[in-house]
């Protein structure tokens, strides 16, 4: 308790700096002081979240007080209104240093979320050779590799020296997102990778091609980023090269970048997973009306899909109107068969996710899942049998039709539930979909159908 | 396609080391030749994977081709039972020479999973002084930064110039698991950063306090593994330094067990959003009887709450005998307040995870989902209402019914969904807790008590 009132106290003698305090300051025109205080007290990332609600003028005004590279930064991590804001506040000469600081793959972020004018300005705004490379990386597919690479890396060749490559880096390596990794290149083909600790601890005299690793992982430009993301993540790595379909070195992925894609990708996953189809925007980013777009899809059909349920129970109506009690199992058995079955399709979609299951594997799932549900329809069934009993709601015929029902229900939405989403991710779509808001429905449906069979064939109705 | 042909042509020609070859180059006791195509063809991670299967005598075999480091990463990526039998067939110098290769933090993850005996075997094999920062590095909370760093870093003095900090590095710098950021210490307390970048790129004589960053980011060992992975990402930053509550520097975590911080946790969140108690285990490393063991327990609970439900609709009973085409609309309304309700605890545990909604945001968000839920309660209702006249499922004053108790349960649904997570994450609860499974229940409950209040007071019943 002690050490943490201690840290507390320590953050609170470090001066925050405050969309109040910013505030305050341009209001009082201390423009030294705050000028300094950004430099000195703020990161990029914190202050885009901060100037969220700034007018444009505001905005211009913090923005001139920032170093070239930070103010570039800092666009780079606005949300799209803001920064189209602060673009229309800024002049042609200004957008010029922005766009020639900021590395190539945020230029291209930035790009393909503007609208048309505005893109316009800022392709306007750049010089011929970058905009080539900038059209260059447009073309990619959305989600591939080629889309979130960077074109910026440190090239060396074979018979360059140890010394001779940190010389290179001295020279170029300023301008590079990362430094980290060199790349060997000859003919632009990829041939070898050497990591700067290795320049840095070996001789000087040796060359690169003794000390190269010839043996480099990389991808290609069609790749999904997704898979890019997670090499970067099973080996370790800095940055990935990425490679055209003849070898040449067209880029690398950074693990800064990977991990944003891993984080996006997962809220994704989840938002698919629970029937909200994803956007790019946080949630206090989006409004009523696109939270309402986003769920409304699902919801919609989902409900229409319950009228299969209905059906079945309206089927049966004369059964219900003898036993009415027989619907208050009801709840209950699709309850328990929709819960057994999200288990089943998230582990595998989490599974497909990290890539540790795939189609291949999916005898040895359904296998595995038969077995599971096995054990647990007996332990359920004995437990809700017993349940009946002491509770008075029905004889043992009654415990014994439920508990069938319960053990079928189990066993089939395990089985539904670990085959969909192998199956989508097979047929390429995302296996995500087969969530539990889906599963449940087709579960639901499958209970309704078994319960009312049992019951027809135990109590004759 | 003739792209995509000509890819895997190439993967086709690299030849690949599989499990099987490997096997069959022991067999034949081509020694050298597998020695050299581990070295040249093979990653630590991937020959973990692949050793799976192997028996004692194969692994140890394969285990003594390997070079040092390489044998030391690749006993790191074992799974623990894996590990065991290794160790068990390995003598106590080569067991002595692979203490001494791996890095401390993973040093320390397989101390965790590994039996007493087989722990006081590996620390005999290690030298005194690894041993006590070992001892000190058990200590700290499971799941806190501490736990998690490594405390092998450089450390540079501020009165020292960039050549001599680059010789230091060429020192030093071989047995760090990075490099590439640098911390400025004085008397143990960290007083700023510098990378390795920054030393590459400008003059040697310069000095590190003109260089160096003061205003860097750090966390404390007491804090959680998942906010420090949080920030690497936020910042993207290659490593985060971690000092005690004096300031004092006691190690980094880096960006790789950053990613696997987070993608351990994520796989942690999601199985708790589907009622599995997580392991640290993968789908095929676990056994049936373990999977039924992690899933039962939620499976267990919710279906002897689902038993109020029950008990609600029995005391019913009576309205169900003289209209029971009322229970077919059940399934429907209570699979829409589950979905909605699991919309909005999904968006929720997520906004938690990455760090975007916090508990002060409660009546922000309350406010943002009753409004989603009014309008997306208004829209189903209707197109639910007009399906029931044309179906012929029921008259006006069914569909009025029915339309009421949607809206209800919608509101209802969105505003659990939202508060539970919160208040989880306030009250110190795992906020994935309160996820599809628990809300389902919680709204089953709500939807039949307010559904038969409605249809009470409509058709007096």
Request: glycine share 4%; charged share 25%; proline share 2%.
């Amino acid at each position: 308790m002690e050490e943490k009132e201690m840290y507390e106290k320590e953050y609170e003698e470090r001066e925050e700096l405050t969309e109040e305090r910013i505030l305050e300051m341009l209001e009082e025109r201390r423009f030294k002081e705050l000028k300094e205080e950004l430099e000195n007290n703020m990161y990029p990332v914190d202050l885009a979240d901060l100037m969220e609600d700034f007018n444009q003028k505001q905005l211009v005004m913090v923005f001139r007080l920032l170093a070239k590279e930070e103010a570039a930064e800092t666009f780079t991590y606005m949300d799209s209104d803001l920064r189209e804001m602060l673009i229309n506040g800024l002049t042609d000469s200004e957008l010029e240093e922005v766009m020639e600081e900021m590395y190539l793959d945020d230029t291209v972020d930035v790009l393909e979320e503007m609208p048309a004018n505005v893109v316009d300005r800022l392709l306007m705004a750049t010089d011929e050779e970058k905009r080539q490379q900038i059209n260059q990386l447009l073309q990619y597919p959305e989600d591939s590799a080629g889309s979130v690479m960077n074109v910026e890396y440190i090239a060396l060749r074979r018979e360059m020296t140890v010394a001779e490559s940190i010389l290179k880096i001295r020279q170029v390596g300023l301008n590079k997102e990362t430094i980290y990794t060199c790349y060997v290149t000859e003919k632009r083909k990829l041939i070898g990778v050497v990591d700067v600790k290795e320049l840095l601890t070996t001789s000087e005299s040796k060359t690169i091609e003794e000390i190269m690793d010839t043996n480099m992982l990389y991808a290609h430009t069609t790749d999904d980023q997704e898979d890019v993301a997670n090499i970067i993540t099973k080996y370790g790595l800095i940055a990935l090269p990425i490679v055209d379909h003849e070898m040449c070195m067209v880029g690398i992925v950074t693990v800064d970048d990977a991990m944003e894609v891993l984080q996006e990708e997962t809220t994704e996953d989840i938002s698919i997973m629970a029937g909200v189809s994803p956007n790019d925007e946080s949630y206090f980013g989006t409004t009523v009306l696109e939270h309402v777009k986003s769920r409304l899809p699902w919801l919609l059909f989902l409900m229409l899909s319950a009228t299969v349920t209905q059906m079945i129970m309206n089927h049966y109506e004369s059964a219900l109107a003898v036993m009415p009690q027989l619907a208050g199992f009801i709840p209950m058995l699709m309850g328990t068969g929709g819960n057994c079955g999200s288990q089943s399709s998230t582990l595998m979609i989490r599974g497909l996710a990290v890539g540790e299951i795939e189609f291949g594997d999916l005898f040895k799932v359904i296998f595995k899942e038969v077995r599971v549900a096995v054990l647990i329809s007996l332990i359920l069934s004995t437990v809700n049998g017993i349940r009946i009993l002491i509770m008075g709601q029905g004889d043992i015929l009654v415990a014994l039709t439920i508990g069938m029902t319960m053990a079928c229900t189990i066993i089939l939405a395990k089985i539904v539930g670990c085959t969909l989403p192998l199956v989508a991710k097979k047929v390429g779509l995302d296996p995500a979909i087969m969530a539990t808001p889906l599963i449940s429905t087709l579960v639901d449906i499958s209970t309704v159908t078994v319960y009312f069979a049992i019951v027809s064939a135990v109590f004759k109705i």
